[in-house]
């Protein structure tokens, strides 16, 4: 798994001075802030910790000039995040009237349900979700307020992509999400995302939040992602929902879901950066569980830990096998035939091919390039 999921000595020093209690989090305070130029360089995602930092050292009750910049931090990230939700607000007003059910993922909805403080956690992450069926419903009306999406996409695109950024007028920007719902691909109200979701109020208005396990699940493998550059942020998050009274995680179903996502090495390398680095409550039954999994031979690839043959033949085979992978996961099932039915839209889509001969030509051409990074 990519370094990018771990953090630095430094990173970790501030987590647990934003996290922690007692005397370890006002000790862990003292080191960080003595190895760090504050007025210098501090890289986004520690920056954007500091507002979790003013609150935890406030109420334990430390005093030190940083405090009157922390503060000043956690007030502007107050202002910004109301700008923000003013935005999620409109979205969701505007698929209320036409009856389109919304449920709000990461930055608001981890700031409503878990950090219970507007000023903590950075709204401008938030997705908006509907279901797969009414996308191209709800695309529709945010062109019609005034929102343009930034990048192209169809409504065959609908079962594979997401989420797609879209802007105002002001230039604010905000993620519409959908859920493809192969579970359950004749009612989105089946699927896992729908069925085991809550309810909660954003500015009065009812919106669907994920429940705990799978917020906690949404977070692990956002963490671990090969596709973002270093971060520390998603740690925050899952310390913060484990830490929550009202969370009773249902670790069974989180492993199972990443067992069909494969994804369990992602899965493991979060587990692992929380448990040895934050001393997170994570069970240990839980860490033996993964432990026993089998990995597939697609994961083992996709992170080139098994030995590849240098014979072209196999290098093609084995990229062409990461593409399965890939779309194995956006349609969060199996390798059932109906789900395989839509392998060629799905390669359509990710190759930006117009047609399925151009479809041929663009496959071979990325086929060999990623055989080539392989080896």
């Given at each position: 798994m990519s370094s990018n999921s771990f953090p630095t000595k430094e990173q970790c020093l501030l987590l647990r001075a934003a996290l922690g209690s007692?005397?370890?989090?006002?000790?862990?305070?003292?080191?960080?802030?003595?190895?760090?130029?504050?007025?210098?360089?501090?890289?986004?995602?520690?920056?954007?910790?500091?507002?979790?930092?003013?609150?935890?050292?406030?109420?334990?009750?430390?005093?030190?000039?940083?405090?009157h910049k922390l503060k000043g931090i956690y007030r502007r990230r107050w202002c910004e995040n109301q700008v923000q939700f003013q935005d999620i607000e409109e979205v969701v007003g505007r698929f209320r009237l036409s009856r389109i059910p919304t449920m709000l993922v990461n930055g608001a909805a981890l700031s409503l349900v878990h950090y219970r403080d507007s000023a903590l956690r950075t709204a401008s992450d938030t997705q908006v979700l509907v279901p797969v069926g009414r996308a191209e419903r709800a695309l529709a009306l945010l062109r019609e307020g005034g929102w343009t999406p930034l990048s192209r996409i169809s409504a065959a695109q609908f079962?594979?992509?997401?989420?797609?950024?879209?802007?105002?007028?002001?230039?604010?920007?905000?993620?519409?999400?959908?859920?493809?719902?192969?579970?359950?691909?004749?009612?989105e109200s089946g699927s896992v995302f729908w069925r085991d979701a809550e309810s909660s109020t954003l500015g009065g208005l009812p919106v669907h939040v994920l429940n705990e396990t799978a917020t906690l699940l949404e977070i692990l493998l956002r963490g671990t992602s090969s596709h973002l550059e270093r971060s520390i942020g998603w740690i925050a998050d899952a310390i913060t929902v484990l830490q929550s009274r009202r969370s009773i995680i249902d670790w069974a179903w989180l492993i199972s879901q990443a067992r069909k996502r494969r994804m369990v090495i992602r899965l493991m390398t979060a587990i692992t950066v929380l448990h040895e680095q934050l001393n997170a409550p994570i069970p240990e039954t839980v860490l033996t569980a993964l432990r026993t999994i089998p990995i597939s031979f697609l994961e083992r690839a996709e992170l080139n830990d098994t030995k590849v043959s240098k014979r072209r033949r196999e290098r093609i085979l084995l990229s062409m096998s990461l593409y399965l992978l890939e779309y194995l996961r956006s349609v969060r099932g199996g390798a059932t035939l109906t789900a395989l039915g839509d392998l060629p839209d799905y390669l359509q889509y990710k190759l930006n091919a117009r047609n399925r001969k151009q479809l041929v030509v663009s496959l071979v051409v990325e086929t060999f390039k990623r055989a080539k990074q392989l080896v």
């Open positions: 007692g005397a370890p989090a006002v000790g862990a305070w003292g080191e960080w802030q003595a190895s760090v130029d504050f007025d210098g360089y501090l890289d986004a995602e520690s920056f954007a910790l500091l507002p979790l930092l003013y609150v935890n050292l406030r109420r334990h009750g430390v005093m030190h000039p940083f405090m079962r594979f992509r997401h989420p797609v950024k879209i802007r105002n007028g002001f230039d604010r920007r905000l993620e519409i999400r959908w859920d493809p719902s192969f579970e359950n691909r004749k009612r």
